[in-house]
């Protein structure tokens, strides 16, 4: 079981007003005995030719399933104005041919498909349950996953751009669960009253054998020539780039059969993929290397972790993986005395761990590092004797913040950016939001002296997520990293993260603006859009055949909120607070989602 987190990651675990277990006992044996009664008519008239176990099995889901029907109560969970690009869009039948771009796609852009994931809940959207144990609802991550792609095609003639979209919902175990269903099936499992997340969690486990449906929250990656997205609890899934259907998991040869971590790192010099999995129970977090071919699984190892650290993504260098143990955790024991499922603690320790890549846990040099959430690495790379590692951090987890929410009276802003309650401030900070909007931060760790040196690279003017680079710079060391940034008026209105624009961070530049606060912070640029419009899964491109590291493009999902159209903007970063270079009106509303991801493949092949 692995719960991730994207900014937009909340967790009601207020107890305020809940009704009380044992107060609705006898209402609940009542409830009990009125499902028994006619599925067990039903039961004894099957016909006695029937195995036996098998009826029985059927049986007792039937039983179980009105049980849940009768207890628990779906509704939809409130979408606001201005949360309406958060909603869910249909499945396309075919790859629709794009008519509309100003601009110009670049003649040296490379073909291949550009692909985004994100949620898209089946039966209208996100939905809350009510029941005698109190209530229950989903959180924005949650949800079937859509894939939405836009793929580059030149004609024959090597000239002239053939540009399709397509989306489809990425076929997990769970989606197809409930397609066949046709109706809602899990009970929302990790937001809510203590009590009914627990009943929520015990029900899912006996009904489907896992606690929650498949997390859209996914990453999308390419390894040995193939594309792959991750759904969450669940190990890759391959993806026809063509017709985005799914192919089947990715067993590795039956070998890894643990929750994949969101973000799998391919290594330096090696092309082996590192991947890490994540559990409520133990083992809490394991480590594994996938060979370059895709084929084998060379390397599993237990970390031996006390607790389930939330932990999002890790890092590679050279020679290293790089491992964050934060104390953003879930714990069912915790959940079972009455506490929150997660809970950030700023008390409780934080260290990163370098690994030697086929390393154990006995192998890993850890270093303590100020409390902090941070949910997404930039890069990790070596330099002389230290490990630097770069994130984009906050120094609470907007999860936590929400806990002391009354959900009755919140119960449709999961995600929220802004607390109500009053909050005590640290004198490096003027408002709640710095503490739980992520900055670009720099952790440099020595080896050989197991010194700390920790630096916000950016100051707090503006918060920075979803950060990228390009990718022929993982694990080494680069100059230019590239963030999505919050635009800060419109993600408190909606309760939802909205990024208004995009930065780009020179690591070896210093910032020249005049005032005390800047000293010492990189320089950035700022490409911002244009009023009421936002961008998710932005992805780096790199020219081929490129001389600097920075030789390439930002290809973006947009949606302008005011005429409800979304694009596709490319932007070139030599020239990055320049209009795009083309943008690219797409013919359906496309919601805004998580990561996205370039292949470059010639597709008229």
Known sequence: MTYTSTMAFHVTCSVHGRPSFFKNIDRFKIRLSSSYKPLLKEWQKLPMQLDVSESIRNASVKLLDAFVDSLFQFSDQLVLPSQSNFSPVDELNEPLTITSIEGKVPHDFPEGVYIRNGPNPLFGGLK?????????????????????????????????????????????????????????????????????????????????????????????????????????????????????QTLGDWDINGTWHRSFGSHPKRAPGTGELVVFGVDGMKPFMEVGVVSADGKRLVHKVDLKFNRCTISHDMGVTERYNVIIDFPLTLDIQRLIKGGPLIKFDKEEYARI?????????????????????????????????????????????????????????????????????????????????????????????NMETGEVKERNLTGTPFAMEFPMINPNFNGVKNKFGYTQTVHDSASA?????????????????????????????????????????????????????????????????????????????????????????????????????????????????
């Open 353 to 445: 761990g370098i690994m030697p890549r086929y390393g154990t846990a006995d192998s890993i040099r850890w270093f303590e590092v100020e409390p902090n959430c941070t949910f997404h690495l930039l890069n990790c790379f070596e330099e002389g004797d230290e490990v630097v590692v770069r994130g984009c951090r906050s120094l609470e987890s907007i999860i936590s913040e929400s806990c002391d929410m009354d959900l009755d009276k919140s119960e449709w802003v999961s995600g929220r950016l802004r607390n109500k309650g009053p909050v005590q401030q640290d004198a490096k900070f003027s408002t709640k939001d710095e503490l739980l909007f992520s900055r670009s931060y720099e952790w440099r760790l």
């Open 128 to 244: 809350s349950t009510t029941s005698i144990f109190g209530k229950t609802g989903h959180i924005w991550v949650e949800g079937e996953g859509m894939l939405h792609a836009l793929c580059f095609d030149k004609d024959s003639d090597g000239e002239t751009w053939k540009v399709l979209y397509n989306n489809r919902h990425v076929e997990t175990e769970t989606y197809k669960l409930e397609k066949q269903r046709d109706k809602p099936s899990f009970l929302p499992a990790v937001e809510g009253n203590p009590p009914a997340i627990l009943a929520a969690y015990l029900l899912n486990m006996l009904r489907f054998g896992k606690v929650n449906k498949d997390l859209s929250n996914t990453s999308v990656f390419e390894h040995s020539g193939k594309f792959y997205s991750i759904a969450e609890h669940h190990i890759p899934h391959e993806i026809d780039i063509f017709s985005l």
């Open 493 to 605: 209105s909606s309760g939802m993260p909205k990024f208004g624009g995009l930065a780009k961070l020179y690591f070896e530049e210093t910032d020249n603006k005049e005032w005390e606060e800047s000293e010492g912070h990189i320089k950035v640029e700022h490409h911002e859009f244009e009023g009421n419009t936002f961008c998710t899964g932005a992805a780096f491109v790199p020219k081929e055949g490129g001389r600097e590291e920075d030789d390439g493009w930002i290809i973006t999902f947009v949606h302008d909120e005011d005429t409800n159209t979304s694009k596709v903007y490319i932007i070139d970063t030599k020239n990055f607070t320049s209009e795009p270079v083309a943008k690219i009106t797409l013919p359906c509303r496309v919601p805004y989602g998580f990561h996205g991801a370039f292949m470059p493949t010639p597709l008229h092949n």
